[in-house]
């Protein structure tokens, strides 16, 4: 989260010539690419930024020439509006609530060590335009402002959904590995083995483990298309590339390997549970129902039933050549 301590940021020295921190004068700070969702980091102030967190380094990027960023937000170190007035529509019971606010939308960010919100961001309707107020809790440094980047969760992955499904995309709690240029996808909760198999995967010779966690998917002209995302889970996996989706499989440990091939019923019985949806915002929940279907009906879809062991590695890398 923001303003964590310089002892909590990853090693090596920025060139301030401080650990981790990057010293910008006000303006463009930073950016970052994350399956082609473009962000970009602003401040009208001059400001000392923290940098991200490891597994955030391969998304992170310079100003992009040509398009403009998808999401530009705007950093102010003031108090922010009172959200008393404005409809709660969503709350996660620990990091972050979502508010209407008039045609645009308010998140309060809790992170933790905070006895209460800490930051609010203030978005357009379709979250493209993000104004994050700090209250004024960054710390003074040589006549700058000290913060840690904006682009870290939860705010970043609530941006992104929210714009990723304005763009034919759907964020997964799936990992996901990439071979010659194709992917597999294993969608599932927090101990349906999808570290486990895809560690196994990514032992095999030509296989890159795209994320153990977070993986998005996108449809373009050419079919559907699976993208790393920097939310690691327990393996801290999370690679920036992307392949032609091959397949989905969702995980049952077993004692012996099998394939069982899905409908597309029963893929979208199984995928929308693990899709990440904002149910609060029609439009877009709307969005993602349709582009699950549409998924299901044009990726094959398969229950795999796998023992540990380089067996079961070998059964889902077979699913790359069955398209």
């Known amino acids: 989260m923001f303003l964590g301590s310089e002892n909590s940021r990853p090693g090596g020295t920025g060139p301030c010539g401080r650990k981790g921190l990057r010293p910008y004068a006000g303006g463009y700070l930073c950016g970052m690419n994350i399956a082609g969702v473009r962000f970009r980091v602003l401040a009208e102030e001059a400001t000392v ?23 530009t937000i705007r950093l102010s170190f003031s108090g922010g509006p009172d959200t008393a007035g404005m409809e709660r529509i969503f709350d996660s019971g620990s990091s972050w609530t979502m508010y209407r606010d008039g045609e645009g939308w308010a998140v309060e960010l809790f992170p933790r060590g ?27 440094e040589g006549g700058a402002h000290r913060a840690e980047s904006p682009l870290s ?30 992917c597999l996808v294993f969608p599932g909760r927090s101990g349906a083995g999808k570290s486990t198999l895809s560690g196994m995967l990514a032992r095999e010779p030509g296989v890159c ?3 153990d966690d977070r993986v998005a998917v996108r449809k373009g002209g050419e ?25 989905i499989g969702f995980l049952r440990k077993a004692p012996e390997n099998r394939l069982v091939r899905l409908s597309a019923d029963e893929c979208a019985q199984r995928l929308v ?13 709307g969005a993602c129902l349709d582009l699950c279907r549409a ?19 070998r059964m889902c890398l077979e699913l790359l050549e069955k398209r």
Not at 57 to 67: N, Y
Not at 156 to 177: E, K, P, T
Not at 295 to 313: I, K, M, S, T
Request: charged fraction near 15%.
């Open 49 to 71: 930024l923290a940098e991200p967190g490891p597994s955030y380094l391969p998304f992170i990027c310079g100003e992009e020439s040509g398009a403009g960023p998808d999401i």
């Open 295 to 313: 998924l299901c009906l044009a990726v094959p879809a398969y229950d795999v039933f796998f023992a540990p062991g380089r067996e079961a590695a």
């Open 114 to 140: 905070f006895p209460e919100r800490a930051f609010i961001a203030c978005a357009n309707r379709d979250f493209s335009e993000v104004l994050l107020y700090t209250g004024g809790k960054g710390e003074e």
């Open 153 to 182: 969760y939860p705010l970043d992955q609530i941006l992104f959904l929210h714009r990723l499904a304005g763009q034919n995309g759907l964020l997964l709690h799936a990992s996901g590995v990439l071979s010659r240029g194709r």
């Open 209 to 211: 483990l795209l994320s």
């Open 223 to 247: 079919g559907f298309s699976a993208h790393g995302t920097p939310w690691a889970g327990t393996a801290r996996m999370a690679e920036n590339g992307s392949g032609m989706l091959s397949a």
């Open 273 to 285: 549970p693990v899709s990440s949806i904002p149910w609060y915002d029609a439009q877009a929940a």
